[in-house]
Nanobody, 126 residues
Framework: EVQLVESGGGSVQAGGSLRLSCAAA????????MGWFRQAREKEREGVAA???????TYADSVKGRFTISKDNAENIVYLRMNSLKPEDTAMYHC????????????????????WGQGTQVTVSP
């Protein structure tokens, strides 16, 4: 397991923006599939976005066009830029890593992660 620490959550109005950050252990960001999943109250966990070691990205349909995942390999930080936020985006957002190899996708990030952080809360009001 690798240590992951999220930050950047908060409360915004619909239409607003936030940028989440995930600080990872050294070499994690460039070595593993990284991504974000979210867990809303009384809802199933949902993979949101993933970024592979080569920088390729995938997104859930619910956030495509609004969220952007990126990473800084030198600083071992993974970001999630969230624009045009909606009340249904309200959830605890967790950074996750897949260390076991294989495909890298938002779907897999939500199901088969090897490490994850404690999360940062995002609340979007109407």
């Amino acid at each position: 397991e690798v240590q992951l620490v999220e930050s950047g959550g908060g409360s915004v109005q619909a239409g607003g923006s936030l940028r989440l950050s995930c600080a990872a252990a050294s070499y994690t960001a460039r070595s593993y599939c990284m991504g974000w999943f979210r867990q809303a109250r009384e809802k199933e966990r949902e993979g949101v976005a993933a970024i592979d070691t080569d920088g390729s990205t995938t997104y859930a349909d619910s956030v495509k066009g609004r969220f952007t995942i990126s990473k800084d390999n030198a600083e071992n930080i993974v970001y999630l830029r969230m624009n045009s936020l909606k009340p249904e985006d309200t959830a605890m957002y967790h950074c996750a890593a897949i260390e076991s190899g294989g495909s890298c996708s938002y779907h897999r990030i939500g199901l088969e992660f090897d490490s994850w952080g404690q999360g940062t809360q995002v609340t979007v009001s109407p």
